[in-house]
């Protein structure tokens, strides 16, 4: 069985900062790519950020220069720094891994809210 939990989510004035953290536990053989998501209110699930285990990464023109993706294999674990928060990245956000355990499936943390407001 293989667990994410998410830390790090809450309130911040436009223009603060937040790190979001994801840690992976349970029966993992390996990490493969490790990636954010978000979804605000009324909208579509939409791609943030994602990193490879060759540490290649890729982010949403949304937040390109603003936010910053990395890893911690020792620790099963992907951040997402955000810096120059805007309200417009309100949203619920979760991670998504692609782990082997005993098989190659695609995980789901189970959201923390980041709310950008004055």
């Known amino acids: 069985q293989v667990q994410l939990v998410e830390s790090g989510g809450g309130l911040v004035q436009p223009g603060g900062s937040l790190r979001l953290s994801c840690a992976a536990s349970?029966?993992?053989?390996?990490?493969?790519?490790m990636g954010w998501y978000r979804q605000a209110p009324g909208k579509q699930r939409e791609l943030v950020a994602v990193?490879?285990?060759?540490?290649?990464?890729n982010y949403a023109d949304s937040v390109k220069g603003r936010f910053t993706i990395s890893r911690d294999n020792a620790k099963n674990t992907v951040y997402l720094q955000m810096n120059s928060l805007k309200p417009e990245d309100t949203a619920v956000y979760y991670c998504?891994?692609?782990?082997?355990?005993?098989?190659?499936?695609?995980?789901w943390g189970q959201g923390t809210q980041v709310t950008v407001s004055s």
């Open positions: 990193i490879t285990s060759r540490d290649n990464t």
């Open positions: 998504n891994t692609q782990i082997r355990a005993t098989y190659v499936a695609t995980y």
């Open positions: 349970g029966s993992i053989f390996s990490i493969y790519t």
